[in-house]
Nanobody, 124 residues
Framework: QVQLVESGGGLVQAGDSLRLSCAASGDTFSNYGMAWFRQPIGKEREFVAAVNWSGAGTYYADSVKGRFTISRDNAKNTVYLQMNNLKPADMAVYYC?????????????????WGQGTQVTVSS
């Protein structure tokens, strides 16, 4: 089992940056592909970004490509989401997720473990 705890959310203005962190504990972190999803109020949870077990492979939703960067530090059991040039459309609860395999996909039901979420609010 893996326990995930997100941090780093907050209130920012459009154009600002934030870095989210997700600390993992329990099973061997490098056994898991990691991802970030988000859920705006009243909408479905959506894929944001994923990273493979080593950190060498990443992919993104089109809506965040070029603005967000996912990375991981296996020595620290932590995955990050650097978010630049934030827009009001990015406002959501952001969730960290773990897939028990080298890399997960874009569908939330593929993931085995989830954090509790962290709120990102972007004012225009």
């Amino acid at each position: 089992q893996v326990q995930l705890v997100e941090s780093g959310g907050g209130l920012v203005q459009a154009g600002d940056s934030l870095r989210l962190s997700c600390a993992a504990s329990g099973d061997t972190f490098s056994n898991y592909g990691m991802a970030w999803f988000r859920q705006p109020i009243g909408k479905e949870r959506e894929f944001v970004a994923a990273v493979n077990w080593s950190g060498a492979g990443t992919y993104y939703a089109d809506s965040v490509k070029g603005r967000f960067t996912i990375s991981r530090d296996n020595a620290k059991n932590t995955v990050y989401l650097q978010m630049n040039n934030l827009k009001p459309a990015d406002m959501a609860v952001y969730y960290c997720a773990a897939f028990n395999g080298p890399v997960g996909g874009r569908r939330s039901n593929e993931y085995d473990y989830w954090g509790q979420g962290t709120q990102v609010t972007v004012s225009s």
